[in-house]
């Protein structure tokens, strides 16, 4: 910098002050202890391991450019193996910010849940199958199922999802919301890893699509954009805190097509088989087999 051009900002000053804004949100969270190491898990580590998880569940589409057939299992092997070792160490510091005085037993048990994770890979696979074949069949504008996986953001949003809910059901529910925000961000999905979601589920478009975290979703469901499954109203303490972890969000049983702009709020249930027009607002249950539009909504409420 020329000696005669003029400092435009105070670093040290930025620096003090920025240490001192940190020092203020540990004490209100009560974390005034420093570890020495990265406390949490790493968003930038996790989109990593996700993309290897996503080459190894579909090596030839997802994996590397130049990977030939007969190098598949070999391909496979070393991207499972990398990306499980790797979640060890994340699944470890989630453990570790829970809890700070694990020590070896949450490496232990990190272990074990990444070990339990990886025994459930090929039935995750298996249900992404079913989601893109659902995919082809209900968009006529899909000229083949390898077009599905490679451009929808549905299927895209969808194994993000199924990957970070089993994490999620193994007590890691940091790194599976990690996981499905990433999706979220890229494709405008909002699927939280605590919800149910059946078989054969199929978002098309996707765009603007809300799923709660304890939404419960049936098997041949079709959603399209902008589609909200939310919750009505949040229960809350005596002392105004919100009540965490109750039942909130929609059941959607079997066979069930939501258009797009359609709002679903609080626990209820759309029975099997129903339709529910674009841009309904609904908030109460749907007998199996309905059919819901504005206008028919309005008058039942």
Same mark, same amino acid.
């Given at each position: ?75 496979? =092997? ?30 232990? @048990?990190?272990?074990? !849940?990444?070990? !339990? ?42 194994? /993000? ?9 193994? =007590? ?35 765009? =603007?699509?809300?799923?709660? @975290? ?38 959607? @049983? ?16 759309? =029975? ?11 908030? /109460? ?17």
């Amino acid at each position: 910098m020329s000696e005669s051009m003029p400092r435009r900002w105070d670093v040290a000053t930025v620096v003090a002050d920025l240490r001192e804004a940190r020092r203020k949100w540990r004490a209100h969270v009560d974390r005034e202890t420093d570890l020495g190491d990265r406390e949490f898990p790493s968003v930038e580590r996790i989109e990593g391991l996700i993309k290897q998880l996503r080459g190894a569940l579909f090596p030839l589409r997802l994996g590397p450019a130049d990977l030939q057939r007969e190098a598949e299992d070999h391909y496979v =092997g070393y991207a499972i193996d990398l990306a499980l070792s790797g979640l060890v160490e994340e699944a470890r510091l989630e453990l570790d910010c829970r809890e700070r005085s694990g020590g070896d037993a949450h490496r232990r @048990e990190a272990v074990d !849940r990444v070990r !339990r994770f990886a025994e459930r890979l090929a039935d995750i696979r298996l249900a992404l199958d079913e989601d893109i074949d659902a995919a082809y069949a209900g968009d006529p504008a899909a000229r083949f199922v390898d077009e599905i996986l490679l451009c929808y953001p549905g299927i895209h949003a969808l194994l /993000h999802y199924r990957v970070a809910h089993v994490l999620h059901e193994l =007590g890691l529910p940091l790194i599976a919301r990690i996981i499905t925000e990433l999706a979220h961000s890229s494709t405008g999905i909002d699927i939280h890893p605590g919800a149910v979601i059946g078989r054969a589920f199929f978002i098309d478009h996707g765009t =603007g699509v809300v799923i709660g @975290e304890t939404a419960r979703i049936g098997d041949r469901v079709r959603l399209y954009q902008a589609v909200t499954l939310g919750a009505k109203s949040f229960e809350t303490t005596t002392g105004g805190q919100l009540v965490k972890g109750k039942a909130r969000h929609p059941v959607v @049983e079997d066979d069930v097509v939501i258009y797009a702009g359609a709002t679903v709020l609080g626990r209820v249930t759309i =029975g099997t088989g129903s339709t529910i027009g674009g841009n309904v607002w609904l908030t /109460h249950d749907v007998a199996p087999g309905s059919v819901i539009t504005q206008a028919r909504c309005a008058q039942h409420d």
